[in-house]
């Protein structure tokens, strides 16, 4: 595609220009011509297939390239952008943290916490005070993952701080993503933003990593499992460590926050939707709270955050570098070259989803046929690489969801707005103010 089309496409509308280009190619791998920087645009789920898990060895997190560069500098060599030893010797250690049969053992934890935090919401419901959906959100996010993946080692007023410090590198990068080929030599608008928020991420979590370093413990959570020599035998460093913890603590909140924050406007403009969801959860948690046994009778609250997951994945750009010469879909893709794939616009392509913007969750009905493709739909990645928590964030989105829906009704203060907010995640640009009522009963229970 000639810089003439494309760099005007994609300037205008970036997430909306990928999905065009892309369905008008019909899948077929299309090299956008962006001036000095000209990616290959892979949708096909044949070919991200062959990318992300046949031949996922020619294809990495280079941090020459686009999106890892930025993020290499807030974690360093970490299993969120490491290769090779590096990457192997930090998920063996993470692995056995989020397995199915663990997770499992954390649901009444986990629910527990979630309840408490949604006790906060009472009074302004009793009120009839607006809350901010975004940051109530995000507190409860926060209160349960450092309880249950972190024993409370970081407390939630410095979880806060890392958050925002999050929000603050995940806005002050998306100058240097849209223009990748400026070198850093060259000052940007948001590089004293994302240094100041790097810095006060260094000022929570080195502290913390020190003290568990001098007084090592048996603890089953992520810092403590960092802290000590990996199964191979290596014996990390506090640079390793750091970044390790840093990509953890984004990876298990960041994700379920930027996720969940679309479910307030979508059920706003989905009255259909909202009472199902909202039928289902009063018929099967009734007066909570929320228990392991509720999980595989909330189906439809599956299918929702399914729906969720493919409109608006927060992982919305995978970018890979190819080591050596491989050809994908009849087009050759030399060493050297950088490969976008994307969720977000395989999984809003009409080649491969009916009516693709229209929010379905019946596509994820269990009698729904299979699939076609499996790389249709992937919004934790695959391959090797594919997400570490993916079992524990459902479970954990599905408390979240059914602990609320039980408690409350909500309404928002203006119409709903489902344009993104573009970063390293998607979020609503929206400012959600939420007014609560009780689902039934007095509030207070």
Same mark, same amino acid.
């Given at each position: 595609?000639?810089?003439?089309?494309?760099?005007?496409?994609?300037?205008?509308?970036?997430?909306?220009?990928?999905?065009?280009?892309?369905?008008?190619?019909?899948?077929?791998?299309?090299?956008?011509?962006?001036?000095?920087?000209?990616?290959?645009?892979?949708?096909?789920?044949?070919?991200?297939?062959?990318?992300?898990?046949?031949?996922?060895?020619?294809?990495?997190?280079?941090?020459?390239?686009?999106?890892?560069?930025?993020?290499?500098?807030?974690?360093?060599?970490?299993?969120?952008?490491?290769?090779?030893?590096?990457?192997?010797?930090?998920?063996?250690?993470?692995?056995?943290?989020?397995?199915?049969?663990?997770?499992?053992?954390?649901?009444?934890?986990?629910?527990?916490?979630?309840?408490?935090?949604?006790?906060?919401?009472?009074?302004?419901?009793?009120?009839?005070?607006?809350?901010?959906?975004?940051?109530?959100?995000?507190?409860? *996010?926060? &209160?349960?993952?450092?309880?249950? +993946?972190?024993?409370? !080692?970081?407390? =939630?007023?410095?979880? $806060? @701080?890392?958050?925002?410090?999050?929000?603050?590198?995940?806005?002050?990068?998306?100058?240097?993503?849209?223009?990748?080929?400026?070198?850093?030599?060259?000052?940007?608008?948001?590089?004293?933003?994302?240094?100041?928020?790097?810095?006060?991420?260094?000022?929570?979590?080195?502290?913390?990593?020190?003290?568990?370093?001098?007084?090592?413990?048996?603890?089953?959570?992520?810092?403590?499992?960092?802290?000590?020599?990996?199964?191979?035998?290596?014996?990390?460093?506090?640079?390793?460590?750091?970044?390790?913890?840093?990509?953890?603590?984004?990876?298990?909140?960041?994700?379920?926050?930027?996720?969940?924050?679309?479910?307030?406007?979508?059920?706003?403009?989905?009255?259909?939707?909202?009472?199902?969801?909202?039928?289902?959860?009063?018929?099967?948690?009734?007066?909570?709270? *929320?228990? &392991?046994?509720?999980?595989?009778? +909330?189906?439809?609250? !599956?299918?929702? =955050?399914?729906?969720? $997951? @493919?409109?608006?994945?927060?992982?919305?750009?995978?970018?890979?570098?190819?080591?050596?010469?491989?050809?994908?879909?009849?087009?050759?893709?030399?060493?050297?070259?950088?490969?976008?794939?994307?969720?977000?616009?395989?999984?809003?392509?009409?080649?491969?989803?009916?009516?693709?913007?229209?929010?379905?969750?019946?596509?994820?009905?269990?009698?729904?046929?299979?699939?076609?493709?499996?790389?249709?739909?992937?919004?934790?990645?695959?391959?090797?690489?594919?997400?570490?928590?993916?079992?524990?964030?459902?479970?954990?989105?599905?408390?979240?969801?059914?602990?609320?829906?039980?408690?409350?009704?909500?309404?928002?203060?203006?119409?709903?707005?489902?344009?993104?907010?573009?970063?390293?995640?998607?979020?609503?640009?929206?400012?959600?103010?939420?007014?609560?009522?009780?689902?039934?009963?007095?509030?207070?229970?």
């Amino acid at each position: 595609m000639p810089v003439r089309r494309a760099l005007p496409t994609l300037l205008k509308d970036p997430l909306g220009g990928l999905v065009r280009i892309a369905d008008e190619a019909r899948g077929q791998v299309v090299r956008l011509n962006l001036g000095t920087f000209r990616p290959w645009l892979v949708s096909h789920p044949e070919h991200l297939q062959r990318v992300l898990r046949d031949n996922a060895a020619n294809y990495v997190r280079d941090d020459r390239g686009l999106l890892w560069r930025p993020v290499r500098r807030v974690v360093g060599e970490a299993i969120l952008v490491a290769e090779g030893e590096v990457w192997e010797s930090s998920r063996a250690a993470l692995q056995p943290l989020f397995t199915a049969k663990r997770a499992e053992t954390l649901v009444e934890r986990m629910a527990e916490a979630i309840g408490e935090a949604v006790d906060d919401w009472v009074e302004p419901a009793r009120a009839g005070r607006p809350i901010d959906g975004a940051r109530e959100l995000k507190t409860l *996010v926060l &209160r349960a993952t450092m309880r249950v +993946l972190f024993a409370d !080692r970081i407390s =939630l007023a410095d979880a $806060l @701080r890392i958050s925002a410090a999050l929000d603050t590198v995940t806005t002050a990068m998306m100058p240097r993503l849209v223009a990748p080929f400026v070198p850093y030599a060259v000052p940007m608008p948001g590089d004293r933003a994302f240094r100041e928020a790097v810095r006060t991420i260094d000022q929570v979590v080195l502290p913390i990593i020190r003290s568990v370093r001098a007084r090592p413990d048996d603890g089953d959570d992520i810092i403590a499992t960092l802290c000590r020599p990996r199964p191979d035998g290596r014996v990390p460093d506090e640079y390793q460590i750091r970044g390790d913890v840093v990509a953890m603590f984004s990876t298990a909140t960041e994700t379920t926050i930027a996720l969940l924050s679309w479910l307030w406007p979508v059920l706003a403009t989905q009255p259909d939707v909202a009472a199902t969801l909202h039928e289902e959860v009063d018929r099967v948690v009734g007066d909570g709270p *929320v228990r &392991r046994e509720h999980l595989g009778e +909330l189906r439809y609250t !599956r299918m929702v =955050l399914d729906e969720l $997951l @493919r409109l608006y994945p927060a992982g919305w750009l995978i970018p890979r570098t190819a080591v050596a010469d491989d050809v994908l879909g009849g087009v050759r893709i030399p060493a050297g070259g950088t490969v976008l794939v994307s969720p977000y616009v395989t999984q809003r392509m009409a080649t491969f989803w009916p009516d693709p913007t229209r929010f379905d969750p019946e596509r994820f009905a269990p009698d729904q046929p299979r699939r076609r493709y499996r790389y249709a739909h992937f919004p934790f990645g695959g391959g090797p690489h594919r997400c570490l928590g993916q079992y524990l964030f459902l479970l954990e989105a599905q408390l979240i969801v059914g602990t609320v829906l039980s408690r409350f009704r909500f309404r928002l203060a203006g119409p709903a707005d489902l344009t993104p907010r573009m970063g390293a995640s998607l979020s609503p640009r929206q400012r959600m103010a939420l007014t609560l009522t009780p689902a039934r009963g007095p509030v207070g229970r």
